[in-house]
């Protein structure tokens, strides 16, 4: 298996992580919030279970400062070297945990490639961490979320002689932009959403920081402040700061950069004053120096400190594409090593594909006449429209730009022009009244969104779907299916629901509503865990296509609020990441290798490959789904959907 953790840069919030613990002791004490992101930059890894726990590396970086580890899956072993302040020590921290509470076997971690730099404030022992948690969650199938690996990777390394913060373990969200807020023992975190690009440079300043005194130092002023400057240090980590948060999320959103880059000098000048005086170790003479480079202050907005501060790493925000190439190659002339990263608007769902080949075997002999997805449906406006008028205005509704209708021949094509492109003749458009007039314009106008693609062989679902490969590029797609309707029970369409859950997630997502176990027999059924406390968000772990009642009550169940067992299946919309469509077209070359030219190419089996990769989502969407694919289905759909 293999997989991929980045580092994390502390864009805003540093300390108060910690610092919102101590109000477990102190209520007086603000909250910590911070905005962390993943970068760019991280550990690559290829992960296998093994009797004993493995750490070796073939990592062009990682030459010379790294010599294989091994050591038995033994508790008292395994804390004395987490102790012991080793290379390996954060590994061996979190190991002794999982074994603790697990009781698991062992793991061989093969690192691969190290782009992260060390002891820079960008989390590198966090990295591993997380890196050690996850290959044991995912080898042995511990169904733990995303949440549940970064509190094990922190727990681990406590362990050790750290004393790190919490919000180190945000690289393990991936690379994106995230609210973190700590209040006492609790943590929550907030995908964050920005609306145009912000382009950061961070560098590691190549100097000297010590971050066990630094943290010692800033540990004195809590969870009681005696002095002056205690006080002050609890004012600026806790009352100014969550100040600050607000400001950059709304800065963030709007993307103003201008803004938001001026107050990261703002928050460094807070820093300054008010918790700098509490340790020498943030007597920072390079990063003050960088900061202030009269060569470096056109190029930006705004510039600040990495993580616990001290010479460790800086970052800016710089004004533009150009400014930040610029930036990044006078900080490397100047002996540092800096790197880029662009935090770009997740917004990207503007494309989607509907695929309507099939003939409708089961709607036979309705079908020889006419395609089942232009079945007409009473709708509650009282208008009675085709099935696929009310996908697409659905997607447009969600803010869908273009749309690929994947049609079985070019002379299926001819019927949709028929209704989406030509306008009625006067004689009929006279014929309506002035509101169905005017809807007239929106169906043509929907008619100029649409793109077409064929399928000319019938070789299976996801078959159909690579045809669209081309229109999809290397953008996620929204993909719905042709003979299926959907129905809000909000103002918001279940397809706008998929699209705003990507933004929070940026990953492979399926929808899902739950079915009753004597029905799973007839699905496909994903089993995992849950990622919020909604219920809503599903990290799945399996899919399991048609299983036995009695397997799927054993093994696919998932807990519901109540704890009681639900069992989710495919609730009929997808957003599917360009790793779909490479999968998709690995299965069909590998099909023609093998000359096998009839071979059903499967979109489930795509998915699950992919899933393996890099992980998917199943979203619980607020609606309901008539199926029309057959005859039961359609009665019931054309007597409830137009209520």
Not at 113 to 121: D, H, I, N, W
Not at 325 to 339: P, T
Not at 620 to 628: A, E, S, V
């Amino acid at each position: 298996m293999k997989l991929f953790v980045p580092g994390r840069l502390c864009l805003f919030g540093e300390h108060t992580d910690w610092a919102g613990h101590y109000r477990t002791m102190n209520a007086d004490i603000a909250p910590g919030a911070a905005i962390v992101t993943g970068i760019e930059q991280g550990i690559y890894a290829e992960v296998e279970k093994s009797s004993v726990f493995e750490m070796v590396s073939d990592a062009e970086e990682m030459k010379g400062v790294w010599q294989n580890f091994s050591c038995r899956m033994d508790e008292v072993e395994l804390k004395r070297i987490a102790k012991s302040g080793s290379f390996f020590s954060y590994c061996a921290g979190v190991v002794s945990y999982m074994l603790e509470w697990y009781k698991v076997g062992g793991v061989r971690i093969r690192i691969t490639s190290m782009t992260l730099p060390m002891k820079s404030g960008l989390s590198s022992s966090a990295a591993i961490c997380v890196l050690v948690a996850r290959a044991f969650n995912q080898l042995y199938g511990l169904n733990l979320n995303t949440l549940g690996e970064m509190n094990i990777a922190y727990l681990g390394e406590l362990r050790t002689s750290s004393r790190c913060g919490r919000l180190d373990q945000a690289c393990a969200f991936g690379v994106k932009p995230n609210l973190m807020t700590f209040d006492g023992d609790e943590i929550e975190v907030r995908s964050l959403n920005v609306k145009k690009h912000l382009y950061w440079v961070f560098a590691d300043l190549c100097a000297e920081k010590d971050t066990i005194k630094i943290l010692s130092d800033l540990n004195k002023a809590y969870p009681f402040p005696d002095s002056d400057a205690a006080r002050a240090e609890h004012e600026a980590l806790g009352k100014l700061n969550l100040e600050i948060i607000d400001r950059a999320v709304k800065y963030m959103a709007e993307g103003d950069a201008e803004s938001l880059g001026k107050l990261m000098n703002e928050a460094e000048a807070i820093f300054n004053e008010k918790v700098v005086p509490m340790s020498s170790a943030l007597q920072s003479p390079k990063l003050n120096a960088v900061l202030a480079d009269p060569k470096i202050q056109p190029l930006v907005w705004g510039g600040k400190g990495v993580g616990s501060h001290g010479d460790g790493s800086v970052q800016f925000l710089a004004r533009s594409e150009e400014a930040q190439k610029q930036l990044e190659d006078y900080l490397n002339n100047q002996g540092m090593k800096a790197y880029s990263l662009t935090i770009k608007p997740v917004h990207t769902v503007r494309k989607a594909i509907i695929p309507v080949a099939g003939f409708g075997t089961r709607l036979y002999p309705a079908t020889r006449a006419l395609k089942k997805d232009f079945f007409p449906i009473p709708c509650p406006d009282g208008m009675v429209r085709p099935v696929i008028l009310i996908l697409l205005e659905e997607l447009v509704k969600s803010g869908i730009e273009e749309i690929c209708l994947v049609l079985g021949s070019e002379e299926e094509r001819q019927m949709y022009a028929d209704f989406f492109e030509r306008p009625l003749s006067d004689e009929h458009l006279r014929k309506l009244n002035p509101e169905a007039q005017e809807y007239e314009n929106r169906i043509l106008s929907i008619g100029k969104r649409l793109r077409y693609v064929y399928q000319r062989e019938k070789r299976g679902f996801g078959h159909a779907v690579y045809q669209a490969a081309h229109f999809a590029g290397n953008e996620p797609v929204l993909l719905m299916l042709g003979d299926t309707l959907y129905r809000s029970n909000t103002s918001k369409p279940c397809a706008l629901q998929m699209v705003e859950e990507y933004e929070r997630y940026n990953c492979l997502m399926v929808s899902i509503h739950p079915i009753p176990l004597g029905e799973v027999s007839r699905y496909g059924i994903l089993h995992g865990v849950w990622e919020d406390n909604a219920h809503t968000i599903l990290n799945v772990s399996t899919m399991y296509e048609k299983p036995k009642a009695n397997y799927a009550e054993e093994f696919l169940g998932v807990r519901n609020n109540n704890g009681e067992k639900e069992y989710y299946s495919v609730f009929g919309q997808y957003i599917l990441t360009p790793d779909v469509f490479a999968q998709l077209h690995h299965d069909i070359m590998q099909a023609e290798i093998e000359e096998d030219h009839v071979r059903e190419i499967e979109l489930t089996s795509a998915l699950e490959a992919v899933r393996q990769r890099s992980g998917m989502m199943g979203i619980c969407l607020n609606g309901r789904m008539y199926d029309m694919g057959n005859p039961a289905a359609l009665a019931r759909a054309v007597e409830e959907f137009s209520k």
